[in-house]
């Protein structure tokens, strides 16, 4: 493998949309703020026509998900972590739980599970660091199975989903915000799936979604927990499903301009050729990061297995002999220094990686990002490298 040099000229190409956020991500190609001017505003999303609109983002996310048609799907609460919080408050305690974590939210959810859920009899199936993947090959699916599709801050992700049976008694509940709309998923497989607008689909927060299989409908019909459960995660009233949520009529009051850019994308997603084109752009993004790492003596994906690396948080620490002899903090400042070096000069923004993360970046290689921007980054992550390094000698 033949290393290339650090930069020692400074790139004068920028990428012409440098937002590589992993949430809230970049908005789709061309898009204008102007697109929202006939947003339902103003006016109550009780109306039968802000309800359709919220019908809309429904039954199109459906569509360009390519959703079961028995699973029904709801606009809800606190972006992702609502959507999974519903869940896990809704649906466990019926039977035991295995929580599968690898990356800071699957500990959150295992927080919750033991912790506020405090439910008796629970397995933990827990990488020994981050990069790494814990052997899913164990996991007991007459239980209940809580886990992430993709986690953002690791950068690692469930190769695919073969390890899940098709006949299971217990529920498969995934949290696949960061996965959705960029991977190819087995959404047969999963009993319930909870996402947000605000990363593949570079919506605002604060609005999450949730599906469910048949089978969590029927949980919900046979179990109802005795634990307290606030409003905003109510998904069951007086024993029944409350069925006007799958229709578009929401727990709480939704942000009708959101809604209105989350249609937008939506669109967009089906006029560019739907989920297939979708996956497509996020794997030609990906393998611009991957040519680059194979090349780089001084980058390496986080995600320690090839099958694991995510395509969409692309997740990555640099190698120097001298960071490894570094403390962490220090490691860290470096890291802060590379990014902040790269957005002064307009050429990438929020590339640092997550807080709980080992030091590192994080590129968000999703379908709304161009790959010829990805390409224009990159460089200049090398000399901004390059540029820091001194500072810590």
């Not at 660091?129 to 996991?139: E, I, S, T």
């Not at 690396?309 to 903090?329: A, K, N």
Request: proline residues 7%; hydrophobic residues 40%; glycine residues 8%.
């Amino acid at each position: 493998m033949n290393a290339k040099p650090m930069y020692a000229a400074k790139p004068t190409v920028r990428p012409a949309r440098p937002w590589f956020s992993s949430g809230p991500c970049a908005k789709r190609p061309g898009w204008d703020p102007a697109r929202l001017r006939d947003a339902f505003v103003g006016r109550s999303h009780r109306d039968p026509a802000g309800q359709a609109r919220l019908s809309e983002v429904i039954e199109l996310s459906r569509q360009v998900l390519g959703l079961p048609e028995d699973h029904r799907v709801a606009i809800v609460p606190g972006s992702d972590t609502g959507a999974v919080e519903m869940a896990l408050w809704n649906l466990l305690g019926y039977t035991g739980v295995e929580v599968c974590c690898w990356e800071n939210f699957g500990h959150t959810w295992l927080e919750d599970v033991v912790r506020q859920l405090r439910i008796p009899d629970v397995t933990v199936h827990r990488a020994e660091r981050y990069g790494a993947f814990p052997d899913l090959n164990q996991v007991d699916f007459a239980n209940d199975v809580v886990f992430t599709w993709n986690g953002t801050t690791s950068g690692v992700c469930v190769p695919d989903a073969e390890w899940i049976p098709a006949s299971r008694t217990g529920l498969t509940i995934c949290d696949a915000t960061s996965a959705v709309l960029g991977m190819d998923i087995d959404y047969s497989k999963l009993d319930v799936v909870t996402w947000s607008w605000q990363k593949a689909l570079g919506g605002e927060g604060a609005h999450g979604m949730i599906a469910l299989s048949p089978a969590a409908v029927e949980r919900l019909r046979v179990f109802q927990t005795d634990r307290p459960l606030p409003k905003i995660f109510r998904l069951v009233r007086d024993g029944r499903l409350i069925d006007e949520l799958f229709e578009g009529f929401t727990i709480n009051s939704p942000s009708m301009l959101a809604v209105e850019d989350a249609l937008d994308a939506l669109r967009w997603c089906l006029d560019i050729g739907g989920l297939p084109e979708l996956i497509s752009r996020t794997r030609r993004n990906f393998a611009v990061v991957r040519r680059w790492v194979l090349t780089d003596p001084h980058v390496e994906f986080l995600a320690e297995a090839p099958e694991t690396i995510s395509p969409t948080s692309v997740c990555l620490t640099f190698r120097h002999e001298l960071l490894d002899r570094l403390p962490d903090r220090r490691q860290r400042e470096f890291v802060r220094r590379v990014c902040a070096r790269i957005a002064d000069n307009g050429a990438g923004y929020d590339l640092g990686g997550h807080r709980e993360a080992p030091p590192g970046i994080r590129i968000w290689a999703g379908p709304t990002v161009e790959a010829a921007d990805v390409e224009r980054l990159l460089p200049w992550v090398s000399w901004a490298f390059a540029e820091t390094l001194p500072e810590f000698r």
